[in-house]
T-cell receptor, first 113, second 111 residues
């Protein structure tokens, strides 16, 4: 079954700790994206990547880092510099070009202990 | 700043009625528009996309695009309680593949 897998579903972070959220897709999509969603809010873009070994900052990249070593994988690290990390994190992928819809994984809910 | 605006709602309609969800956008260069449905606690699910002026129908859903007025809408005919969700409108941004999302409109369909 083609799709996007995010893990874990729930994650807890201690103060001063870095945590990594996993995102894997088997849709053969070139482009991948990370969004943050806060309660009652829309989606805000953290980072995106249109090709392997290349990525760009989105609107709220501070306190986050990513890598894109493989086409299928786009992990997001929430660093200790992100002071308010509690949110719902969504990974998406799409074909390249301006008219391609994005498809989402099931999300990871991150909370602070 | 490129923006997509939606009324947050809630929009309440009785079962069987037509629900009309609206969205405006500021970037005249946007060529593609997408409607996503998001149930509470779940991830967004693509339900419609539209690239050309006019109407596009898929089952009970009709997307409408008016580029001159920079206006996109989603009509849901014969609304069901299972349609109760938040609907996100998104517009394509240039050639990057990025989407600009609105805040979403919450729809409540009452039995």
């Amino acid at each position: 079954d083609g799709g996007i897998t995010q893990s874990p579903k729930y994650l807890f972070r201690k103060e001063g700790q870095n945590v990594t959220l996993s995102c894997e897709q088997n849709l053969n999509h070139d482009a991948m994206y990370w969004y943050r969603q806060d309660p009652g809010q829309g989606l805000r873009l953290i980072y995106y990547s249109q090709i392997v070994n290349d990525f760009q900052k989105g609107d709220i990249a501070e306190g986050y880092s990513v890598s894109r070593e493989k086409k299928e994988s786009f992990p997001l690290t929430v660093t200790s510099a992100q002071k308010n990390p509690t949110a719902f994190y969504l990974c998406a992928s799409s074909g390249t070009g301006s008219n391609q819809p994005q498809h989402f994984g099931d999300g990871t809910r991150l909370s602070i202990l | 700043q490129k923006e997509v605006e939606q009324n947050s709602g809630p929009l309440s309609v009785p079962e069987g009625a037509i629900a009309s969800l609206n969205c405006t956008y500021s970037d005249r260069g946007s060529q593609s528009f997408f409607w996503y449905r998001q149930y509470s606690g779940k991830s967004p699910e693509l339900i419609m996309f539209i690239y050309s002026n006019g109407d596009k129908e898929d089952g009970r859903f009709t997307a409408q695009l008016n580029k001159a007025s920079q206006y996109v809408s989603l009509l849901i005919r014969d609304s069901q309680p299972s349609d109760s969700a938040t609907y996100l409108c998104a517009g394509g941004s240039g050639n990057t593949g990025k989407l600009i999302f609105g805040q979403g409109t919450t729809l409540q369909v009452k039995p």
